[in-house]
């Protein structure tokens, strides 16, 4: 039985020497472990290698063993063959063991290795950017769709009827005045409101209920830093037998609300427009200042407590006009007002984006520099 | 329109309730939007005071030592006037008090502690001039004795006021007055209103013996009021009148113009005073404007009168543009004794229209078109003869020539209102009494009870001045705004479910502009407004459709005078401002409308212009490498055609639509050969849109269809738009993509077994294309082939000169077997025989 302990102790020991080895090195140490250059003389995994060859090799020690019971005693043959197999086992056990050493440390080293800079830039073709416009249009609308409202269109440049007349406003009236408006001739203008969506859209859909909600691009003989000759409205209309001036605030409450945050709060003053009766302009509390006027604390680029620029210090932001549909509206479509009330209300989308966003002058909108699209 | 405080006052009482802040609140929530308010008078540190003790100075004989109290503390004042004395209330100037410069531009005045003369002096006693209040340097200004000590100047009664700037909207001629606001701050606050009134008393012959009216223009004058006064004394306003003129922006020129003026503003009603000695033939008439006639207005312009024109005229030729601008001959003038005072109601839209013609609007003008009170012409006309009798001395003429049209009104109309219809247009509780009592609050009479449609309706006689109020629904208006807007309710409208998705034409608008934007372009937006001559620069072809740009008949300036048909002019105007900013990439695009004037669509309601959703493209500079600091890349490369054509390629697979790309195209603005067209098979139209235009010029085809082109943009279109080149250019009609046939996704079955590749090397002349190689694949005999793939083409050593190499890769698979070398040798053996008929291509 010598044989076999002498063996089992050297194995031991063998095995003991390499796995401190293994032990010893650091992680850093680690790749000139798995691969660097042999200043101490083989590899763990070479040594290893040659150990098991050594070992449980074909011609190894083991087998060795082996071969020489055949030179035993027929009686002894089987208890030393029976540790013989004892010692293969826990020979193959400590490999296996050790292997996992040997392998976890090269995945440590390779992995401890990389070089790779993560904070350089990613590959990409850089995302472009929406006009910051088409992006509140579409918030817009995202928002009425959801309240089942149906998009509606109506020409830009379009006939005085649509523009005005049908809208109550008769030639040589007063309240023309309130239009700047552009002429193509004495019958055609370039629509000065989104309004003409109504007529459009009521002589085309008659005597049934309405929910739609009209943005498009509008024109004004104006131009200054709040004012373009061009710029886009939003005009909704809501049409059926029961539809009441609360029901406008109800409707532009909750808009309101979506668009400027939960805690806003509205007023409505009288106004006039041809075709709503009553009229009124919507204004919301401030959303920078929650309407104080001040600016409050903790919004970082201002100064606390100095005067509010957003709503120049009413607390008050203007939005735009509405009021209940004008029966002579219903009339000159043929619509009987007696049986149908309804709403509308319009507001600036260009308005709406600069006090979003905080730009200053309207031009900015269509000067098209690149510095100022690719911020949206 | 201003307003002054001080002259509401006089007609409503606003004691307690005086606040300048309150009232502009107040005014804006009656619908009388106040955009301004100026605080008159007000001089931060100059109050109210009196003179304690009031001695000589002892150094200056013109000098006075006084000691000065504001009721809380007393100061010693050295003051240089010689009206200065004991026992007078003053204003006086603390320390610390800025006065305002004497004249404009000259600098203010900053109350010092000083000594004058060896005397010490704590502030200044103020004249007139000093603090702005007027002219008059004669001395101190000295109060009323009752006035309270220690007031800041702009609360002591007469001196300060407050303007309001008020935005009176078009169907509000009521409150164009002073009487007009004040009657609605009576309303809300409850009080009432003092209308103003002056007694008349007429002395001497009739004025029919004096002149005559005849009112010949019945449409346009519907009321025409005449009364004569004589021996009058024409000269300087006096100081009320100045003032309360002044207040509100307006010069005074006389006495007898200041008073028409007053009566003006205070309740609304123009008149013109006439010298009636100058009025040729003792007859005034009404009468339309005859061609050939000319008059001088007041603002010394000749003014051609027309035949369409109402003119106020004598036996000899006009005197005054009905309701707009008085004559200079027939001008009242210092050497003026008798005069006639005319006061009328003109109809508004024939006054608007001449104001129009001539170019000109008064204030006069400005209340005649919106519509003044046709129940008051006579009472303003006596009320103003005895004003002007009083304060211009004078006797009135008995009687009053009075013209009349036949349908000018005479009784207040009755308008009903039915409460319980108020309450539902409104969507709150309200109640019949009080809808009554807030109509009776503005002057409106309550009438009978009766029924309307089934419902419960009270009558409400409704006053001259409130001529916007004539429907059931004006009158709920009325109750809504002397209510408070903010107390009706906020109720969500109750309405069935219902989705709507967006209109097709949207929809793919948004698919479009999302999909550039990851991209990696960036949306511009444009002005819609060019002009012919920047359109021209494009060198389009005289018959181009696109010449039939909108014109408009009032531009803003020469260059934005009309609307375009193609909006690339102005997104290469775009790319130029931007590459003048160094920006070194431009990526551009825009969905913008092109219209097109096409008046032979143009009926009754329909305008004669199409409009047409197009999407363009503009690239110029670099493009980024997708590896901008590996090794092997550059950081960005010049952008090139294949850029642009990679970006539609994927753009028009993205809109889902049967498109693909043919060369050349065949567009004016781009190079002849570096360009392409987009070609799609348009489904039928539907009924009503078979009419496109644009680049959709091929009206009616229905296979191969031009939707849209790109390319390099022409040199000479670069150099006009001063670009940089090269610049890529590329324009597709939304309309064209929404008539292609769409792209249908179905399942395809694909063998799971692998595929085989072939690679071949060709040399051909530098000008044969990729395309025409493809083409001469047979693809469509050889099944197996999947996939015929470009990896290289390469000029330079090893290839002779003039020639290229392409690299192709064949790609081959089985649906159902794995495929042997053999059968592929034997495939592409065949394919390269066939490759090989075309002696241009050599094997390598």
């Known amino acids: 039985m010598q044989p076999i302990d002498e063996i089992r102790v050297r194995l031991d020991g063998d095995v003991q020497k390499l796995e401190s080895r293994v032990a010893g090195k650091s992680a850093a140490q680690a790749p000139a472990l798995a691969s660097g250059p042999e200043e101490e003389g083989p590899t763990p995994a070479r040594q290893f290698e040659d150990l098991k060859v050594r070992y449980l090799g074909k011609k190894g020690e083991i087998s060795g063993l082996l071969r020489a019971m055949g030179t035993l005693p027929a009686e002894e043959r089987p208890g030393f063959g029976k540790l013989v197999n004892e010692l293969r086992d826990r020979a193959e056990a400590l490999f296996a063991a050790l292997q996992e050493r040997i392998q976890e440390m090269e995945i440590a080293g390779s992995l401890a290795g990389s070089k790779l800079d993560p904070t350089l830039p990613g590959y990409r073709v850089p995302l472009g950017s929406l006009h910051p416009m088409s992006q509140v249009r579409e918030e817009i609308i995202a928002f009425f769709q959801g309240l089942g409202f149906e998009l509606a269109v109506a020409p830009e440049v379009d006939n005085d009827w649509y523009n005005f007349e049908a809208l109550n406003i008769p030639p040589d009236h007063p309240s023309r005045d309130m239009h700047d408006t552009f002429y193509v001739d004495d019958k055609v203008v370039l629509r000065t409101h989104t309004s003409n969506v109504q007529v459009h859209y009521m002589e085309t859909h008659p005597d049934q209920p309405i929910r739609i909600i009209a943005p498009g691009f509008v024109y004004r003989v104006d131009n200054d830093a709040t004012h373009s000759p061009m710029f886009q409205q939003v005009e909704c209309l809501v049409v059926d037998k029961d539809i009441s001036f609360a029901n406008l605030k109800g409707t532009l409450f909750l808009w309101a609300r979506h668009m400027f945050g939960a805690e806003t709060t509205m007023r409505f003053r009288p106004s006039y427009f041809p075709f709503t009766e009553p009229s009124a302009e919507m204004d919301v509390s401030c959303y920078f200042c929650k309407g104080t006027g001040t600016v409050p604390t903790g919004t970082g680029t201002v100064p606390a407590g100095t005067g509010c620029r957003v709503c120049k210090q009413t607390g008050w932001i203007e939005i735009g006009g509405c009021g209940s549909v004008d029966p002579n509206v219903f009339g000159k479509v043929g619509w009987d007002a007696e049986k149908y009330t309804g709403f509308a209300f319009g507001f600036g989308i260009d308005r709406i984006t600069m006090l979003k966003y905080g730009i200053p002058d309207i031009s900015y909108l269509t000067r098209n520099d690149n510095r100022f699209l690719r911020q949206f | ?844």
């Open chain 2, 1 to 844: 329109m201003e307003v002054s405080l001080n002259w509401i006052k006089k007609y409503v009482d606003l004691s307690g309730a005086d606040d300048p802040g309150a009232l502009s609140k107040a005014l804006t929530s009656l619908g009388l939007e106040v955009e301004g308010m100026r605080i008159v008078g007000a001089l931060p540190g100059v109050v109210s005071a009196e003179v304690l003790e009031c001695g000589r100075h002892p150094e200056a004989d013109k000098l006075s030592v006084c000691s000065v109290t504001d009721g809380t503390e007393t100061y010693p004042v050295v003051c240089g006037a010689p009206n200065v004395a004991k026992g007078q209330k003053v204003l006086l100037a603390k320390v610390g008090a800025e006065l305002p410069g004497q004249g404009p531009g000259q600098p203010g005045l900053k109350i010092k502690k000083a000594k004058l003369r060896g005397q010490e002096s704590h502030g200044m006693i103020c004249a007139e001039d000093e603090v702005g209040l007027g002219e008059s340097h004669a001395g101190i200004l000295v109060l009323d004795p009752a006035t309270p000590l220690g007031l800041p100047m702009e609360k002591i009664p007469g001196l300060g006021d407050v303007i309001f700037e008020i935005n009176v909207t078009p169907n509000r001629p009521d409150a164009l007055c002073h009487t007009g606001v004040a009657r609605e701050l009576a309303a809300v606050l409850g009080k009432p209103l003092r209308y103003p009134a002056a007694a008349l008393r007429e002395a001497g012959p009739d004025i029919a013996g004096l002149i005559a009216v005849e009112l010949e223009d019945k449409q346009g004058c519907t009321k025409y009021v005449g009364r004569a006064i004589r021996g009058i004394k024409v000269g300087p306003s006096p100081d009320w009148l100045v003032k309360a003129l002044k207040s509100i922006g307006k010069r005074s020129i006389n006495n007898v113009v200041d008073l028409t003026n007053y009566v003006l503003f205070e309740v609304g009603q123009p008149s013109h005073a006439f010298d009636l000695n100058k009025i040729r033939g003792r007859k005034v008439i009404v009468r339309k404007g005859r061609a050939g006639e000319r008059l001088k207005t007041l603002d010394d312009a000749e003014r051609v009168i027309t035949v369409e024109d109402m003119v106020i005229a004598d036996a000899d030729g006009p005197m005054v543009l009905a309701g707009v601008m008085g004559g200079k001959d027939s001008e009242v003038d210092a050497a003026t004794t008798d005069i006639f005072l005319e006061t009328a109601y003109f109809t508004p839209s024939v006054v608007r229209r001449q104001g129009r013609r001539h170019g000109l609007s008064s204030d006069s003008s400005f209340r005649f078109e919106r519509g003044i009170d046709p129940l008051n012409t006579a009472w303003v006309s006596d009320y103003l003869a005895a004003l002007i009798a009083r304060e211009c001395g004078g006797e009135v003429a008995g009687g009053r020539l009075e013209m009349t049209a036949a349908d000018h009104p005479t009784q207040p109309r009755n308008v009903s209102l039915r409460p319980v219809r108020a309450e539902k247009l409104l969507g709150t509780v309200l109640g019949a009494e009080t809808c009554a009592r807030r109509l009776e609050s503005i002057g409106l009479v309550r009438g009978a009870a009766a029924r309307m449609n089934g419902e419960d309706s009270i009558a409400f006689a409704i006053p001259g001045f409130r001529g916007d109020l004539e429907r059931e629904v004006d009158l709920i208006e009325e109750i809504a705004r002397l209510g408070d807007y903010n107390g009706i309710p906020v109720v969500l409208p109750s309405l069935p479910l219902g989705f709507k998705a967006l209109p097709p034409l949207e929809s793919l608008a948004r698919r479009l502009r999302h999909h550039l934007r990851d991209a990696g372009l960036n949306e511009a937006l444009n002005l819609r407004f060019s002009s012919r001559k920047v359109l021209a620069k494009l060198g389009l072809a005289a018959d181009d459709p696109r010449s039939a740009c909108v014109p408009l008949r009032n531009p803003l300036s020469e260059e934005w005078e009309i609307l375009p048909t193609t909006a690339l002019p102005a997104l290469l105007n775009a790319a130029a401002y931007n590459q003048n900013n160094q920006e070194r990439n431009i990526r551009l695009f825009e969905i913008a409308k092109s219209f097109y004037h096409r008046p032979e669509f143009r009926t009754e309601r329909a305008p004669g212009v199409l409009e047409e959703e197009m999407l363009y493209v503009v690239l110029a500079g670099e493009w980024p490498d997708r590896r901008p600091w590996g090794s092997d890349a550059v950081a960005s490369m010049p952008v090139e055609f294949h850029h642009l054509k990679g970006i539609l390629e994927n753009l028009l697979a993205a809109a889902g639509v049967k498109a693909r790309l043919a060369f050349p195209g065949s567009e004016t603005y781009l190079h002849p050969v570096e360009c392409g067209r987009i070609l799609a098979d348009l489904a039928p139209p539907v009924p009503g849109t078979e009419v496109l235009c644009g680049t959709l010029r091929a009206a009616g085809r229905q296979k191969a269809a031009g939707i849209g082109c790109f390319g390099i943009l022409h040199p000479r279109v670069l150099a006009a738009f001063a670009l940089k080149g090269p610049v890529l250019v590329a324009e597709l009609s939304l309309a064209g993509l929404l008539a292609a046939i769409p792209e249908e996704k179905k399942f395809a079955p694909f063998g799971h077994f692998s595929t085989m590749s072939r690679d071949l090397n060709l040399v051909v002349e530098d000008y044969r294309t990729h395309g025409e190689i493809l083409a001469q694949i047979p693809s469509s005999r050889i099944p197996i082939l999947q996939e015929v793939r470009l990896n290289s083409v390469y000029r330079g050593p090893g290839v002779p000169d003039g020639k290229k190499a392409l690299h192709y890769s064949f790609i081959y698979r089985h649906a159902e077997k794995t495929l042997t070398d053999e059968e592929v040798n034997k495939v592409q053996e065949k394919l390269n025989q066939e490759l090989a008929k075309d002696s241009g291509i050599v094997f390598k």
